[in-house]
């Protein structure tokens, strides 16, 4: 599987861009699907997941501002990010978590997609 990360960009604080990822083929079961990022000199954190059914979980710090969404149909996600800070400033990462039979788990990553927030 691989997944393909697009829409990153340089944005002024207060802006928004909007994040897509497709995967090239569904697995035998999706857990989840999301974006991580990871500033320089930090660790990847959690921004947030959704499931198939549309079950979302978001970190803290980007709550009320990013949107994540999927589509099944097509095998994508979206992350919409409003009221952009510096501090989100990172590489994205898309993320794909499930199992390719009933008893092997498989965990897939895009490749980082730079989002910039500054004037």
């Known amino acids: 599987v691989q997944l393909q990360a697009s829409g990153g960009g340089l944005v002024q604080p207060g802006g928004s861009l909007r994040l897509s990822c497709a995967a090239s083929?569904?697995?035998?079961?999706?857990?989840?699907m999301g974006w991580y990022r990871q500033a320089p000199g930090k660790q990847r954190e959690l921004v947030a997941t959704i499931t198939r059914g549309g079950s979302t979980n978001y970190a803290n710090s980007v709550k009320g501002r990013f949107t994540i969404s999927i589509e099944n149909a097509k095998n994508t996600i979206y992350l919409q990010m409003n009221a952009l800070k510096p501090e989100d400033t990172a590489a994205y990462y898309c993320?794909?978590?499930?199992?390719?039979?009933?008893?092997?788990?498989?965990?897939?990553w895009g490749q980082g997609t730079q989002v910039t927030v500054s004037s």
């Open positions: 993320n794909l978590e499930g199992f390719t039979d009933p008893w092997t788990p498989a965990e897939y």
């Open positions: 083929e569904t697995i035998f079961k999706v857990n989840t």
